[in-house]
């Protein structure tokens, strides 16, 4: 979020939506972490505990070139 290139409109297109993605993790769960597995096909996973103390998070795929 905080490296955009200017030049890139899609990709400053969606800064907001990873901002909000950004927030709702961090008043949604404590110690949230990010595991990144693999090179240039790369599996994330981001997970934190719930208020209720459940393991909570998402995955998705980054593609590096």
């Known amino acids: 979020i905080?490296?955009?290139?200017p030049a890139d409109t899609?990709?400053?297109?969606l800064v907001p939506r990873y901002v909000y993605l950004r927030e709702t993790?961090?008043?949604s769960a404590r110690d949230v972490q990010v595991f990144r597995?693999?090179?240039i096909v790369i599996d994330c996973w981001?997970?934190?505990?719930?208020?209720?103390?459940?393991i909570?998070?998402?995955?998705?795929?980054?593609?590096?070139?």
């Open 46 to 54: 981001i997970v934190g505990v719930d208020a209720q103390g459940n």
């Open 10 to 13: 899609a990709a400053r297109r």
């Open 37 to 39: 597995v693999g090179e």
């Open 2 to 5: 905080e490296r955009v290139d």
């Open 56 to 65: 909570v998070g998402l995955t998705t795929v980054a593609i590096e070139t």
């Open 25 to 27: 993790l961090r008043t």
